[in-house]
């Protein structure tokens, strides 16, 4: 049974059970609905294991989340899914930082810091920091070049 199927199965009829549906439900937020219930660890990746954690967490009373690449592995439908999330943790007064090279978190982040000019050992500084628009309107990284060919697509 998939997390999904099983927040509605604990929510309503023979298997109603009250605190069930609250952590398969911050399971659903995080986009692992899909996920099977006694899915081995072993078998999830890096951005699942991530937003599992995030799901553990969101029933705590933490103030910031930091996240690195929290959308390896998923849709674009999954990553839309997880933005909505990280609206809510902004919008409930919530700090979130996340470490990310998609571009569609990128265009919707209030701040981006971007470290380069290249990877590795030719990277480390801050090329650049501001507003997402102000990146596109720039282009004078090579990732607000990546961004202004993603926003203008």
């Known amino acids: 049974?998939?997390?999904?199927?099983?927040?509605?199965?604990?929510?309503s009829g023979e298997g109603r059970t009250p605190a069930k549906p609250a952590i398969?439900?911050?399971?659903?937020?995080?986009?692992?609905?899909?996920?099977?219930?006694?899915?081995?660890?072993?078998?999830?990746?890096?951005?699942e294991r991530q937003?599992?954690?995030?799901?553990?967490?969101?029933?705590?009373?933490?103030d910031v989340y930091v996240l690195d690449e929290p959308t390896t592995g998923l849709r674009l439908a999954d990553v839309e899914q997880l933005l909505v999330?990280?609206?809510?943790?902004?919008?409930?007064?919530?700090?979130?930082?996340?470490?990310?090279h998609h571009q569609a978190v990128m265009a919707h982040a209030d701040w981006i810091i971007d470290l380069g000019p290249g990877a590795s050992h030719d990277?480390?500084?801050i090329v650049f920091e501001g507003t997402p628009a102000a990146l596109v309107a720039g282009r004078s990284t090579l990732t607000g070049k990546h961004l202004a060919a993603y926003v203008e697509s």
């Open 1 to 11: 049974m998939s997390s999904a199927e099983a927040e509605d199965f604990f929510a």
């Open 24 to 47: 398969l439900h911050r399971l659903v937020d995080v986009g692992l609905g899909y996920l099977s219930l006694g899915q081995p660890l072993t078998t999830l990746s890096g951005g």
């Open 51 to 62: 937003r599992l954690k995030l799901a553990i967490h969101m029933a705590e009373k933490g």
């Open 85 to 100: 999330l990280l609206n809510r943790l902004v919008d409930s007064g919530k700090s979130v930082i996340v470490v990310e």
């Open 123 to 125: 990277g480390g500084l």
